[in-house]
């Protein structure tokens, strides 16, 4: 590109960070770009981009995310998961698959929030264990899932939960859900054998015949 672009800079407060936004006039890229030729755009600074990335793929981050997570979070977990893209996208290598990045982020950022939870868990068992006991109040998460699938989840360890989502739910190839899991294929297949077989033992405990 000949000579110098002048671009202005205005600050916008967005998915709860501070990203810089090139008002360019001469700009007309096409909603239809692909994700490589978006993500080569955001590292060279132009947010909007990122914006197309965003509205692109968050719904299904956002479904994800709610196989996996409590529902009260969903929202700061995916602008969590959103900021970890956009600061690791100078880092991200064009040879990838943005899909399988953008959901081991996804992976990361739910791992992240289950540990943090059971950490809160026990503080608040160790501050309430000598507490008077009460009449039991309903579980308002199982009240708030009444899907038999969403139940039965719930029901999985956290590994076992996440590649029956990632497979079963998202389709997802073995080999894809080892590279976003960061584990050989042998031990995702193994995972995918032992969390169907305790799904179906859930399932067969409501009654449900498969």
């Known amino acids: 590109m000949k000579g110098?672009?002048?671009?202005?800079?205005?600050?916008?407060?967005?998915?709860?960070?501070?990203?810089?936004?090139?008002?360019?006039?001469?700009s007309n890229s096409p909603s239809d770009k692909s994700d490589r030729d978006l993500i080569k755009d955001?590292?060279?600074?132009?947010?909007?981009?990122?914006?197309?990335?965003?509205?692109?793929?968050?719904?299904?981050?956002?479904?994800?995310?709610h196989q996996l997570c409590d529902h009260d979070a969903i929202d700061d977990l995916v602008q969590e998961v959103f900021l970890r893209v956009w600061k690791g996208l100078p880092k991200f290598r064009q040879s990838s698959q943005f899909s399988t990045w953008l959901y081991r982020i996804v992976w990361n950022v739910?791992?992240?929030?289950?540990?943090?939870?059971?950490?809160?868990?026990?503080?608040l068992e160790v501050l309430t264990q000598h507490a008077p006991k009460q009449q039991e109040a309903p579980d308002l998460i199982q009240l708030h899932y009444q899907d038999i699938v969403m139940r039965g989840l719930k029901e999985l360890?956290?590994?076992?939960?996440?590649?029956?989502?990632?497979?079963?739910?998202?389709?997802?190839?073995?080999k894809e859900v080892a590279e976003i899991l960061e584990i050989p294929v042998g031990t995702a297949k193994s995972r995918l054998f032992h969390a169907r077989a305790?799904?179906?033992?859930?399932?067969d405990r409501q009654g449900v015949q498969l």
């Open 4 to 26: 110098t672009r002048a671009v202005t800079t205005a600050a916008i407060s967005w998915i709860g960070s501070t990203f810089p936004v090139q008002a360019n006039p001469s």
């Open 42 to 65: 955001c590292v060279a600074g132009d947010t909007q981009s990122f914006r197309r990335l965003y509205r692109r793929h968050q719904n299904r981050v956002r479904a994800l995310l």
């Open 110 to 123: 739910a791992s992240d929030y289950r540990q943090s939870a059971a950490v809160r868990r026990s503080r």
């Open 157 to 174: 360890s956290f590994d076992h939960r996440t590649i029956l989502v990632l497979h079963d739910l998202e389709g997802m190839q073995q």
């Open 198 to 203: 305790s799904m179906r033992q859930f399932l």
